[in-house]
């Protein structure tokens, strides 16, 4: 018989990437939704429920309305926070800043809002891919991204670029709705799991080279040959 469906099995666990934002004092882990796996198996098609355990997303930790485009040839922001989730006040606002950040080169615009998941697996062969989520935009395209978690922990974003140039984007991130999807190359069982003292020595080892180093294939080689062979507990 013929396993059209079959897939194999893996074992991730997701953190919050420590000061994943550069913001000069902690963000409350509350804030941050957990990731979800999607409920897929209610339609009843085994097309649809087999990749079950393969997409997760998580809801925005903030709702806000966010404008992005070129005025002059350079790239600009604007938003508008969701008075009735947000307390207004100056920390808010440097808070926004330090989240959002963007770009213009090769004529390409880039706008990210970080985010704070960063995954670990002892698994060498897993792999996964940003896709979009399912939440409110204009004139914006969701650039994907991926990588295999195993031997690299950083956290991945929510990034956009616009379709038009000739006018602007707006990204509508809500609370209730997600801010990123991500789909693995394996039926994943996905658990948060604490920071501990052996992660983060690995992700010391890594974080922030790509402000010093252009050609990071050496830092890979070097941050992999001090990689534990176990980072999940049992």
């Known amino acids: 018989m013929v ?118 697996t002892d698994d060498k062969e897993l792999e996964f891919t940003t896709i979009m989520p399912n939440m409110k935009t204009e004139n914006c395209l969701y650039v994907h991204g991926g990588y295999r978690p195993y031997y690299w922990i950083r956290n991945f974003n929510s990034a956009w670029t616009l379709k038009d140039h000739s006018k602007p984007g707006k990204l509508y991130f809500n609370i209730e709705d997600p801010m990123v999807s991500l789909v693995f190359n394996k039926s994943v069982k996905l658990n948060y799991i604490e920071a501990d003292k052996k992660i983060l020595n690995y992700i010391n080892n890594s974080v922030h080279t790509n402000t010093i180093r252009k050609n990071l294939s050496k830092v890979y080689s070097n941050t992999l040959s001090r990689r534990p062979k176990k980072l999940l507990k049992p």
């Open 3 to 120: 396993e059209i469906f079959k897939t194999k099995n893996s074992t991730c666990g997701y953190i919050f990437f420590p000061n994943y934002n550069g913001y000069n004092y902690k963000v409350p882990h509350g804030i941050f939704n957990n990731l979800e796996k999607h409920n897929l198996k209610k339609f009843g098609c085994p097309s649809i429920s087999s990749i079950s355990n393969k997409v997760y997303s998580a809801n925005s930790y903030i709702s806000v309305e966010i404008e992005i485009g070129l005025k002059d040839n350079e790239p600009y922001y604007e938003y508008v926070l969701d008075e009735k989730s947000t307390v207004l006040n100056d920390e808010i606002h440097l808070f926004m800043k330090s989240i959002c950040f963007i770009d213009y080169a090769n004529g390409v615009l880039n706008f990210q809002l970080l985010s704070p998941y960063a995954l670990v």
